[in-house]
């Protein structure tokens, strides 16, 4: 059954640092994505990776996806106040198009 | 299109009441998903459409709770019977599958069961 872990489930950090938000799945996976949630507001797509190495960058926020290590990160780069949020990963069961499994979610909380 | 619809946005009820939320996904979008989550946890999976058929349903979807895509472009959600602990967000998702089901969420409907 897959599963999918992340952490740290919550995380306060400083304007200006760098942080890295860790999404383990326990099965094969052919893909996965990460959403961000603004409190009180709904999911918003931020990446989908497909293939092993895979990186993709926006902004301040880069995703990459190691299906070897059944890892992907989440990296933060010189974090500001905007990227305070709950950021979820979700990984996509192999045996089940539709079936997408969800992480609990962190927390980030960017304190200037 | 500018994206998944909801409506209402905020629902207010007392217990006991029936109530109905509607999603409409986008246009092109043939699969469609409603989601429950409650504060500080994530979305749980409620149902989940493919056209108008509704191929998967948690076993959170009570007896109460029933939802119908009768055309295969939007959805109702209907809780019967409220009760306090419905209190939730409702989200409703649509995709293609052609783009790797990657999941759009629409804005939520937050039910408040006085």
């Known amino acids: 059954e897959l599963k999918v872990e992340q952490n740290p489930l919550f995380l306060s950090m400083q304007e200006g640092k760098n942080y890295t938000i860790y999404c383990n799945y326990s099965?094969?996976?052919?893909?996965l994505y990460w959403y961000r949630q603004d409190p009180g507001k709904s999911l918003e797509s931020l990446f989908v990776?497909?293939?092993n190495g895979a990186v993709k960058q926006e902004g301040r926020l880069m995703a990459s996806l190691d299906t070897k290590a059944r890892l992907s990160t989440l990296h933060i780069t010189a974090a500001v106040h905007d990227l305070s949020a709950t950021y979820f990963c979700?990984?996509?069961?192999?045996?089940?198009?539709?079936?997408?499994?969800w992480g609990l979610g962190t927390s980030l909380a960017v304190n200037p | 299109d500018t994206g998944v619809s909801q409506d209402p946005r905020h629902k207010i009820t007392k217990r006991g009441q029936n109530v109905t939320f509607r999603c409409d996904p986008i246009?092109?979008?043939?699969?469609l998903y409603w989601y429950r989550q409650t504060l500080g946890q994530g979305p749980e999976f409620l149902t989940y459409?493919?056209?108008?058929?509704?191929?998967?349903k948690s076993r959170l979807l009570s007896d109460r709770f029933s939802a119908e895509r009768p055309k295969g472009s939007f959805s109702t959600l209907e809780i019967q019977r409220t009760e306090q602990g419905d209190s939730a967000m409702y989200l409703c998702a649509s995709s293609f599958p052609g783009s790797y089901n990657e999941q759009f969420f629409g804005p939520g409907t937050r039910l408040t069961v006085l």
């Open positions: 246009s092109e979008h043939n699969r």
């Open positions: 979700l990984a996509g069961d192999a045996g089940n198009n539709r079936k997408l499994i």
């Open positions: 990776l497909l293939s």
């Open positions: 099965t094969t996976s052919d893909r």
């Open positions: 459409f493919q056209n108008e058929a509704q191929l998967e």
